[in-house]
């Protein structure tokens, strides 16, 4: 069995090796590339990020479902976090969303983590101009 931590070092893992194949230019502005050294899984922290680019994945919650005498469905639920900073309102908008556009392609492509779970899908994307 999987722990939910494990689940989420795989992302991770996969976000740092594969999200750079993804990122196309926004307009006049590319997006940076994205290492394991731009990913953590914490709670976001834009005060201390290392980076002017940082994903941030957070655990939310997660739902388990008896489907059998010997097997669960377990379902968890994280939000990743897109911060951006250092740059002009504008080139941070480019950014991020250039930053969304190559996870969602990302994961579309590969829906279970190359093999390592049943699946992923993104539910929704939240825009905040500021995070204080």
């Given at each position: 069995m999987k722990t939910e931590m494990q689940v989420l070092e795989r992302l991770k893992d996969m976000i740092a090796s594969q999200l750079d194949d993804h990122i196309?230019?926004?307009?006049?502005?590319?997006?940076?590339?994205?290492?394991s050294n731009n990913i953590e899984i914490d709670f976001p922290d834009p005060d201390n990020m290392k980076?002017?680019?940082?994903?941030?994945?957070?655990?939310?919650n997660e739902t388990l479902e008896t489907l059998s005498m010997s097997s669960d469905l377990a379902t968890m639920n994280a939000s990743v976090f897109i911060l951006c900073k250092g740059s002009r309102n504008a080139d941070l908008i480019c950014k991020v969303f250039g930053y969304y556009s190559a996870l969602y392609r990302m994961l579309r492509g590969n829906q279970t983590l190359s093999g390592y779970?049943?699946?992923v899908?993104?539910?929704?994307?939240?825009y905040?101009?500021?995070?204080?």
């Amino acid at each position: 069995m999987k722990t939910e931590m494990q689940v989420l070092e795989r992302l991770k893992d996969m976000i740092a090796s594969q999200l750079d194949d993804h990122i196309e230019a926004q307009g006049s502005m590319t997006p940076e590339s994205i290492d394991s050294n731009n990913i953590e899984i914490d709670f976001p922290d834009p005060d201390n990020m290392k980076r002017n680019s940082m994903l941030y994945i957070q655990p939310d919650n997660e739902t388990l479902e008896t489907l059998s005498m010997s097997s669960d469905l377990a379902t968890m639920n994280a939000s990743v976090f897109i911060l951006c900073k250092g740059s002009r309102n504008a080139d941070l908008i480019c950014k991020v969303f250039g930053y969304y556009s190559a996870l969602y392609r990302m994961l579309r492509g590969n829906q279970t983590l190359s093999g390592y779970i049943e699946g992923v899908m993104i539910t929704d994307m939240d825009y905040y101009p500021q995070v204080t």
